[in-house]
């Protein structure tokens, strides 16, 4: 499943990662690969973890939205726009599997899941008190996706290809996205 790259020797690939570390995912070439695989059953936790993981890639978004807005620093809007990414990618697996969108149309910050929306809470909280501890929050909340993604990759009920093509990827992103925190924390001295 590879496409054509800007090169014609070079394969598209499912994510891309600049020099800062933001990583976008190439939804269309994504699209066909999750297209591709099977129609498999959803059990309960595969069916919740879709959902929760689409919120879980909004309230990353909405809080890099909120930073941006706050300390007009570029790495909040770039992985704020990569987040997107990230959210369109799962919400390829709850189109496949007809789920209802839990994100809708609602507005930044705006969560079904009350977890998701005390954490956000408590991340715009945090991050409102100065640029450090913004930086500090984005690297946080990257260690929740990135703790979540691990706990469900490793759930034996979580088995559909598709889904851990998908989750396998956000990963790699999280991990991405928090190095460039931890990078630019390292250069503001923290």
């Known amino acids: 499943f590879t496409g ?21 995912f190439n939804n269309g070439l994504l699209s066909q690969q999750v297209n591709a695989l099977p129609n498999e059953p959803l059990s309960p936790d595969e069916t919740e973890s879709i959902l929760l993981m689409r919120e879980e890639e909004k309230m990353a978004r909405d809080a890099y939205i909120i930073f941006y807005q706050k300390w007009k620093q570029p790495i909040f809007t770039n992985i704020s726009k990569a987040e997107q990414t990230h959210m369109d990618a799962v919400l390829l697996l709850v ?12 507005p930044v910050g705006i969560f079904i899941n009350s977890d998701i929306q005390t954490l956000y ?12 501890e913004a930086l500090k929050a984005g690297a946080a909340i990257e260690e929740v996706d990135i703790r979540d993604l691990q706990n469900l990759l490793n759930n034996d009920d979580i088995n559909n290809q598709d889904i851990e093509l998908v989750y396998s990827n956000l990963l790699k992103g999280s991990r991405n996205h928090l190095r460039s925190f931890v990078k630019v924390l390292n250069n503001q001295g923290t």
């Open 121 to 132: 809470n408590d991340f715009i909280t945090q991050g409102n008190q100065s640029y450090i």
């Open 4 to 24: 054509c790259g800007k090169d014609e020797n070079e394969p598209a690939t499912i994510i891309n990662t600049n020099n800062d570390g933001v990583t976008t």
């Open 95 to 106: 189109n496949k599997y007809n789920l209802t969108d839990p994100v809708g149309t609602n």
